[in-house]
Every structure is written in C-alpha cells, then in structure tokens.
T-cell receptor
Framework: DTEVTQTPKHLVMGMTNKKSLKCEQH?????MYWYKQKAKKPPELMFV???????INESVPSRFSPECPNSSLLNLHLHALQPEDSALYLC?????????????FGNGTRLTVT | GESVGLHLPTLSVQEGDNSIINCAYS??????FIWYKQESGKGPQFIID?????DKRQGQRVTVLLNKTVKHLSLQIAATQPGDSAVYFC???????????FGSGTQLTVLP
C-alpha cells in the first residue's frame, strides 16, 4: 500500500464527459504533483503545486484542470478529453518542491477515453 | 542500460543472482539521483536515493553507485527474487531544477 491514495483506480469516460481524479496524502508534504504515464514510458510531469499554489504547468491543455483544495488533497478535473489522453495518471507528493527529497507516488488512475 | 528509444531495455537474470541496472545522465549539474521500481498496475515505488557528494549508498539488498566523472548511475540488487521483476527508472535533478528528469526505464525479469 502507498501513502498516496488515488481514486478511482479505473475510469472510462466519453469525449463529452466531465470527471475528476482525486488524490490524498497525509504525510504532511507541501508539494503535490500530477504525472501522466503512457505504456512502457516514464512518467511525464503535468502540474506541480507548492503550498497549495500552482507552481508548474507543463503546457498542459486546458481540458485538464488541476485543483488543490488543501495541503492534503489534489484533484484533476477532466473535460472534453481525446482518446489520446488515455493513460495512467499518477499523483505524487514530496516534502517541498525545491528540496532534494524523493517523490512518493500513488498507484494511479487508469483512464480510458472512448 | 537506459536509453532513449521506442523499446524498453530489458534485463533477464536468474533467481538468486545479482542484478545491475545502469543509467547514464547528461547534466553535469545534476546533484540528486533516485531509483524507482514500478510493478505492473502500480505507481513508481521509491527504492533508494543518493546525493552527488556520495559515491555509494546501500539499502536493504540494494546498492546505488554514482560515478560523476562519466555521469553514470547504477542500481545493484543482491540475490534477485521473483518479486524484483518490474520496470526500474532512474531519475535525476539539478539544484536549480524544480522537477525530476526520468530515464526511459529498464524491464527486469527474474527467471526461475
């Protein structure tokens, strides 16, 4: 089991749907991340939140909208996705952004866009 | 070893043997390095990290070696077990960077 919990584990959505991915950590970490991972590829950074404020947006399309309601929670709102957005979406957290400390990942949400 | 490309590098070892997974990096300013293990259907799991002021660090059955001269990082797994079968990613970061840079990954298969 990981200390970063992601829900749902699997999600199938149509291109006109709106859905949200959720992530929670209780390690007191102040940095939280969204990554996208395609099969047999390394994770690709999407967003970084530092102290609940958006710190990095890696030129992600606006159909992905992150939200950090508090220091323990991170959401990713999805709207009008494309089939090529199908991937494993990983949430991670770390103590703070600039400190050289490891990221702790959740087990991801497997998203399929039909 | 890790490389950029369409195919995941693979390493097969016999159960009980030692495994060595290699990673090359290009940024001479990199000062922090991590190894992750990713099993099928799971997220990357932190294994061990090392800072650039060290050459070697040991954990439980794992050792990370850092050669800054040739920009090379390796992960050694002692007495490899079936549960070690996974994709292993190295990642590095320089002090000025705000994010990790991941390698392309190596698929380790442990043969019975």
């Amino acid at each position: 089991d990981t200390e970063v919990t992601q829900t749902p584990k699997h999600l199938v959505m149509g291109m006109t749907n709106k859905k949200s991915l959720k992530c929670e950590q209780h390690m007191g970490h102040r940095a939280m991340y969204w990554y996208k991972q395609k099969a047999k590829k390394p994770p690709e950074l999407m967003f970084v939140y530092s102290y609940e404020k958006l710190s990095i947006n890696e030129s992600v399309p606006s159909r992905f909208s992150p939200e950090c309601p508090n220091s323990s929670l991170l959401n990713l709102h999805l709207h009008a996705l494309q089939p090529e957005d199908s991937a494993l979406y990983l949430c991670a957290s770390s103590q703070v952004v600039f400190l050289n400390s490891p990221l702790h990942f959740g087990n991801g949400t497997r998203l399929t866009v039909t | 070893g890790e490389s950029v490309g369409l195919h995941l590098p693979t390493l097969s070892v016999q159960e009980g043997d030692n495994s060595i997974i290699n990673c090359a990096y290009s940024n001479s300013a990199s000062d922090y390095f991590i190894w992750y293990k990713q099993e099928s259907g799971k997220g990357p799991q932190f294994i061990i990290d090392i800072r650039s002021n060290m050459d070697k660090r040991q954990g439980q059955r794992v050792t990370v070696l850092l050669n800054k001269t040739v920009k090379h990082l390796s992960l050694q797994i002692a007495a490899t077990q079936p549960g070690d079968s996974a994709v292993y990613f190295c990642a590095e970061k320089s002090g000025s960077a705000r994010q990790l840079t991941f390698g392309s990954g190596t698929q380790l298969t442990v043969l019975p």
